[in-house]
């Protein structure tokens, strides 16, 4: 008698256990869904402002903390795709710094898992291209200031470039001479 007493205390124990791990189960998933919630409106919202960066970040950030969410993903691949197709659009209408600030961020950003790379519509390659495309044209208008003698208008276009292609030893040295020849010329008058 004592040890059906005994099983009985058992069984109800871990009955009771097992309604308040499934309680507690309830309340991190409405934590996750919040957390996740909260973060697409926040990338969705910076999306609209154009700040890509802190769109991108948002997502990176919660896709850390619950990597295999399948719809937690699929929401970062619509962000990453509204972002390319954004700066697309702007390239289009001739904005070529703006649209190779986007195109260089997405390239920085570029997702390492391959089941996410894998399910964008562009790649690194296309990003390079769009980046060279922008930065060709500006380069070209920066020349052309320069042999017009609008130095400081030249100075203004090769610093936008370097703002999405920073790296860019030839744009640096065109940068350097045409500041010293400025400086030269400012020194004259």
Not at 143 to 162: M, P, V
Not at 166 to 184: C, G, V, W, Y
Request: with cysteine.
């Amino acid at each position: 008698m004592r040890s059906d007493w005994h099983r009985r205390a058992i069984i109800l124990l871990w009955i009771c256990l097992f309604l308040i791990y499934s309680s507690c189960g309830g309340v991190k998933k409405e934590q996750r869904q919040t957390q996740i919630n909260k973060a697409t409106r926040q990338a969705q919202q910076d999306v609209e402002t154009e700040d890509f960066q802190r769109a991108i970040d948002a997502y990176e950030k919660i896709i850390q903390k619950y990597p295999n969410d399948l719809t937690l993903q699929s929401g970062y691949i619509k962000i990453l795709e509204s972002i390319n197709k954004r700066a697309d659009r702007t390239l289009e209408k001739g904005d070529f710094p703006q649209a190779g600030r986007a195109y260089s961020i997405l390239l920085r950003d570029f997702p390492s898992s391959k089941q996410l790379s894998q399910a964008l519509t562009y790649n690194k390659t296309i990003l390079m291209e769009k980046i060279g495309t922008c930065r060709m044209i500006l380069f070209e208008k920066a020349l052309h200031e320069y042999r017009s003698g609008d130095l400081n208008q030249a100075i203004f276009i090769w610093k936008t470039i370097l703002t999405f292609d920073p790296e860019n030893q030839e744009i640096k040295k065109m940068l350097d001479i045409a500041t010293a020849q400025s400086e030269n010329l400012e020194k004259v008058k």
